[in-house]
Structures are given as structure tokens and as C-alpha cells.
């Protein structure tokens, strides 16, 4: 029997002869030969102008064909992809590629404004188009440059030195609640979690694996395009080079998607777009990310005709926690069998006991059950940062694994989540996490995306402020809102938001994730109008210059 490929170098070279359909593309269809000789050309590139020191080739460019060419060229050649997010800027983006010591930059002439200047540290110098250092992949001179490459032949991994620990991608944390890590991912790592994704989803040649999210994130990587290629199914690219929800079902059928890869809040974007009679007429079978809701996973299903398999997970790969067909609504589902994952107090590191619900499904117990999510194999499935110990200390600290995620298990075993590690609020002296009430308020009817978060009270302790992106088109009407809240039978008493921030759109990362750290800052200031209860029983009313300069006043000495 075959022995199952150890790295991703090896996945690449079985697709050599493939003649399978590898990529699609509004440029048109590819095979898996092509895509191949591609990479194989680009791969003989990067090792022409590879200098001495860490072999790390940032790419900064949207979800395109050469971002998949390079992807396949760097595994092949031992090349370390740093995917750069152009959603950061200037000094941002400059600290990202010279902490993790690049010295090459793939590029576009959209995107390569986003560096020239910048000092991209000792390993790159500066940025700028006439660069040797610098390949800008949609220009008549980057043609000319790989042009004497093209018919390069695979290289050989006996060769390169490439193996399962061998480094493949320096992959960036989302950064919603702080600066963001490069976490360390190999070869193998990536080759087994593609396998992994492979069985689980039922993927075959058959498949056409629709790669909307960013190619630099790790959840386009390694529920995405590292499946897709292990099972030699088609890739597809969205039209634009990015997601798009208007254009989303559009691309299903025009690329035969059977297979829709996500993270984050794409699912209520979707959602959100008008409802079309043949919605479910397209060839859609089966979808899997983590992070979106129960009930956005159920009206996709139904309205897409598809299965929606939601789960726990992260870019460091330390913890993992898995739907089952039983899991009860609002939970993440059980941790796998293999695994230590435990509810721990983050002081004691004693284990947190079971939570308990009244007859409404409200969390009776929070204080006592809610913990961070910790594995205590330590990092059986995390490869650290690049350069950064401290993280990794605060990571791995007494030899277990902690994710820096709250949540809370019941008696049966399953796992519900409750906020980053920084999502606590204190109201009347009680505690309680933000995500139980997010996904209450994701329950209203014109609600898109929700984001619970605490602001300073004028008295004492935290208040909750609620940010909330409606739909296109709606209008926020505060006393339905209230009639809302009091309706919830599940919603605690010191748990409805004081302050409401109504958006046409909330601050997100590439993925999708709302910026917490960003609507903190601001707290009752910003672009969109706020809505507030001047007492917590009061009717809800705008939030006037004159109520912020007062509640400023209030809280000048308080720093959340």
C-alpha cells in the first residue's frame, strides 16, 4: 500500500501528471500539470535569488493563480511562506515582514504601494518596484523575469533537504484582541491536517473546493487549498480575487463549487444578501469552518440545500474540539477522544465543574464554570512562534497548552464557547462572558454581526456595550429592541446592553472577525450612532456630544 505523503512538497509532486482540472478561476481552467510546471518554474526562481539566512518569501497579493503557484513553489523548494495581510498598513506591515525576516516579496501593482518606502528590515531593505528583490507578478518585467524558468523541472526533495519538520509558512494570529503572532507551520503538519480534512469531508477528484478566504490565513490554507490538492480536487478562486457575498452563489454554479471552505462571519454575510426562490438549486454538498453561529449553520443548510459542519480551531493548532451529531444547540461540540482538553481556572489551573442551566437555557453557574480552554497534552499540536518566547511561554506554561479562549462544558461533555481571553465583563459585581450574549443578540431579525464588549461604568465596574451591523437597509427602532431583549427567556439580568452602537459595517479583520480591541478603544465615540439608557432600566434614547462629554467626565479615571 502506498505510503500517504509527509509533506506538502510531496502532495505538489503527485499532482505532476495530473491532467485533472487543478484551479479555476475567472482566467480560466488549469490542470493539475499545469499548476504544477507552474510552481515548478517559480520554484526554480525563488531558489535563483535565495541569500543566505532564513528562506522566507512574503506574498502579498488577493486570492489569485500565482498566489496558488507560489504556494506549491515553496513547499518544492523548502521556501517559508510569510502570507502578508493588506489589510494592515505602513508601519503595520512593515513590522510583520521584518520581524519574520523576509527576503522576498510577491506582489501586485495594486498592492505594492502598501510597501514601497517601507523599511522591511536588515534581510530585505526597502520596498520599491525596481527591487531585484521584489517580483510584482501582473507586469510585462515579472514575464521576462520568470520566462527563462518556465519547463524547470520539479525539485527533487532528496535535494532541497525538504522534510515533515521542515518549515512552510509563518502564519500571522487574526489579531482581534492584540498585535498579531507568527505561528510556525511545517510541512508535515500541514500535509497531515490536509489528510485529516480529506476524510473528514469526503473529498475526492470529484470535488470543486471554492477558496474564498485569504490565502495568507491559515484557515484558507488548511481546510482550503492543502485538502484540496491532497485529494486532487479542483480549486476555485472567487471572481474579484476576495470573498464576496453578493457574489458568492454566483461563483457556486459558474465553478461547479461542491465544497465551501470558511471562518469567521462569511456565513452571515451570505445569509444577509436578498433570498432568491432557486437559492438551493446549485451544486453546493457540504461546508466547514468554525466560528459561525447555530443558527447562521442551520438557515445556510436549508436555505443552500448543503450540510454546514461548524468547528472549533485555531491558526496554533493546540486545542481541538469537534461537532458530533448530538451536540445541542450553542455548543462547539465534544473534545476528540485523543485529547486532554479541559475547562481550567487561568490562576489555580484547577479544572472548572460542569455549568448548569435553568428551564430557559440560562447559565446558572458562570463565575464557576467558565474557564480557559486548555489541553493538557502541552503542544502536541503546536509549533510555536517565530521569535517571539514570551508568547510561547504564556502558551505552553506548566507544560499544558492554553488557548486563551473562555468556555464552559456541561454534564454531558459539551463545550461551549464563551469569549477570548479578554472578554469578561464585571455588572453589579457579577461576572459573565461576552459570547452567550452575542449569540442572543444574533437573534434579532436585522442583525448581521454582533460584538459584546465592556466600557467603563460611571459608577463602578463595566458596562455592556453592544455593537451591532444590521442589515442593508434597516433601520434600528430602540423600543422594538427593548421588547426584544425582554423576550429573551435565556438573557441574564445584568446581561443587556446599556450602549448600543449601530454600524452599516463594524471593524474586521481579513476573516471577518470583529476588531474588539478597536470598538473598546472607542468606546462611546466613533463614526456610527450610539443609543444608550442613561439608567440600566430606562427606555433606550441617542447618545448625544452632551451625554459623552458627561460620561467621559465619569470615567476619566477608568482605563479598560
Known sequence: ??????????????????????????????SHAEVTAAASARAAWLADRRRPGPFHVAVLLGNSPEFVFFLGAAALTGAVVVGANPTHRGDELARDLAHTEVQLLVTSTSLLPLVEGLDLGPAFGTAGSASDRVLVVDTPEARATLSPFTGAAPPDPAATGVNPRSLGWLLFTSGTSGA???????????????????????????????????????????????????????AALPTGGKFSASGFLDDVRRFGVTYFNYVGKPLAYILATPERPDDADNPLVRTFGNEGTIRDAERFAERFG?????????????????RTP?????????????????????????????????????????????????????TAGFEGYWHNEEAERERTRDGWYWTGDLAYRDEAGFIYFAGRG???????????????????????????????????????????????????????????????????????????PRFVRVADELPVTATAKVLKRVLRSERWHGPDPV??????????????????????????????
Open 1 to 30: 500500500m502506498k505510503e500517504a505523503p509527509s509533506t506538502m512538497a510531496e502532495v505538489v509532486l503527485e499532482r505532476r501528471d495530473d491532467q485533472g482540472v487543478g484551479l479555476v478561476s475567472a482566467e480560466g481552467a488549469l
Open 180 to 234: 498579531p503572532k507568527a505561528c510556525r507551520c511545517t510541512q508535515g503538519r500541514m500535509a497531515g491536517i490536509a489528510q485529516h480534512l480529506v476524510n473528514m469531508m469526503s473529498l475526492t477528484s470529484e470535488d470543486v473546493c471554492y477558496l474564498a478566504m485569504p490565502l495568507f490565513h491559515s484557515n484558507a490554507l488548511m481546510v482550503g487549498w492543502s485538502p484540496a490538492l491532497y485529494a486532487g480536487s479542483t
Open 306 to 322: 448543503c450540510t454546514v459542519t461548524d468547528s472549533y480551531g485555531s491558526t496554533e493548532g493546540g486545542a481541538t474540539v469537534s
Open 326 to 378: 448530538d451536540t445541542p444547540p450553542g455548543a462547539l461540540g465534544r473534545a476528540r477522544p485523543e485529547s486532554e482538553t479541559v475547562i481550567v481556572d487561568p490562576g489555580t489551573g484547577e479544572e472548572r465543574p460542569p455549568a448548569r442551566f435553568d428551564d430557559a437555557g440560562r447559565l446558572l453557574n458562570p463565575e464557576e464554570a467558565i474557564g480557559e480552554l486548555v489541553d493538557k497534552r502541552g
Open 422 to 496: 479578554g472578554d469578561w465583563l464585571r455588572v453589579d459585581g457579577e461576572n459573565f462572558a461576552a459570547a452567550p450574549v452575542e449569540r442572543i443578540l444574533l437573534r434579532y431579525p436585522d442583525v448581521v454581526l454582533a460584538a459584546v464588549y465592556p466600557v467603563p461604568d460611571p459608577v463602578v465596574g463595566d458596562s455592556v456595550m453592544a455593537a451591532l451591523q444590521l442589515r442593508p437597509g434597516a433601520d434600528f427602532d430602540p423600543i422594538f429592541f427593548a421588547g426584544f431583549l425582554a423576550e429573551q427567556p435565556d438573557l441574564g439580568t445584568k446581561w443587556a
Open 531 to 560: 443609543w444608550w439608557r442613561p439608567e440600566p432600566t430606562a427606555p433606550y434614547r441617542r447618545l448625544e456630544e452632551a451625554d459623552a462629554a458627561a460620561l467621559d467626565r465619569a470615567t476619566a479615571d477608568r482605563v479598560l
